[in-house]
């Protein structure tokens, strides 16, 4: 079955330190998201990005944030200056239609960021 | 209003038991609904689209309430393996498209 492989599992970075979480969509995929999900909360919507442009951003996706599909095949998300509270769960996904379509979505195990 | 309430639980349940999960959402105007699976510090899994006319897929039904706008989930001759969050997922019309929200999920303890 295919998969969104996402790297590193778990990344410990210094607050202040610029991090990038790695992210593999499904080959046939046109349509690429990011999520977090703190500890013990819901999960949210940071971006979503397609033909190698933002879609669409929400609140929390500020200055701060950055995404980018530099080859073919990865997507990265890049998190300038972290803050102790960019602690989380950042999880990748990717669809065949846009939000999902009729299908969902297909995610990655996810990257643990933690900042210290 | 939240955009997509759920009851977080914990529902705890025996093995062999039935057990049902209701998810509210306000935008009337939404497209497309989904519950998925996650289990603790894992990633959301597709369990199911939800389908107007309801739908099933071996011990899990899922039923569409546009009236009353809710979804629900019920899990029939609950297995150990069933105990996760199952969060409800509803793709809603927004200007210029659509969102994607996430419900905060109901827990699920299946007990021997």
């Known amino acids: 079955e295919p998969e969104v492989t996402q790297t590193p599992s778990h990344q410990v970075t210094q607050m202040g330190q610029e991090v990038i979480l790695r992210c593999v969509p499904i080959?046939?995929?046109?349509?690429f998201y990011w999520y977090r999900q703190i500890l013990g909360q819901k999960v949210e919507f940071l971006v979503s990005?397609?033909?190698?442009?933002?879609?669409?951003k929400s609140e929390i996706f500020d200055d701060q944030f950055s995404v980018e599909r530099p080859d073919g095949s990865n997507f990265t998300l890049k998190i300038r200056s972290t803050k102790l509270e960019d602690s989380a769960m950042y999880f990748c996904a990717s669809s065949e239609a846009l939000w999902g379509g009729d299908y969902g979505y297909t995610f990655g195990s996810g990257t643990r960021l933690t900042v210290v | 209003r939240k955009e997509v309430e759920q009851d977080p639980g914990p529902f705890n349940v025996p093995e062999g038991a039935t057990v049902a999960f209701n998810c509210t959402y306000s935008n009337s105007a939404s497209q497309s609904f989904f519950w998925y699976r996650q289990d603790c510090r894992k990633e959301p899994k597709l369990l199911m689209s939800v389908y107007s006319s309801g739908n099933e897929d071996g011990r899990f039904t899922a039923q569409l309430n546009r009236a009353s706008q809710y979804i629900s989930l019920l899990i029939r001759d609950s297995k150990l393996s069933d105990s996760a969050t199952y969060l409800c997922v509803v793709k809603v019309v927004r200007t210029g498209g659509f969102k994607t929200i996430f419900g905060a999920g109901t827990r699920l303890f299946v007990k021997a």
């Open positions: 080959s046939n995929h046109l349509y």
């Open positions: 990005f397609y033909n190698n442009e933002i879609s669409e």
